[in-house]
């Protein structure tokens, strides 16, 4: 038990790659592990790229825009059009 006083510390990287919540290989790239359903089933912290509370990155919001207008400046350069042949 963590005792009132005491520090703790979380290693985000070894959180980030926790079998346990993410799976029997963690480093593989797996866009499903963010599906709304999937997240929710995850403990709230489980995935804090930019860190939490007072020491969080100042940069966040910042990348955060930066990723959004890279996506949009690559979906300019495409001509996305439906796919006839897919079903529901």
């Known amino acids: 038990p963590i005792r009132k006083g005491e520090t703790i510390l979380v290693v985000l990287l070894a959180l980030h790659r926790d079998p ?3 799976g029997a290989d ?3 790239f797996d866009p499903d592990r963010f599906l709304p359903a999937t997240v929710r089933a995850r403990p709230a912290h489980a995935y804090t790229p930019f860190g939490v509370g ?3 990155c100042i940069g966040r919001q910042f990348a955060l825009h930066v990723a959004v207008i890279a ?3 690559i979906l300019t350069r495409f ?3 439906p796919n006839t042949d897919y079903e529901l």
């Open 26 to 28: 963690p480093e593989r």
């Open 54 to 56: 007072a020491r969080a």
């Open 79 to 81: 001509d996305i059009v």
């Open 20 to 22: 346990t919540l993410w």
């Open 71 to 73: 996506l949009a400046q």
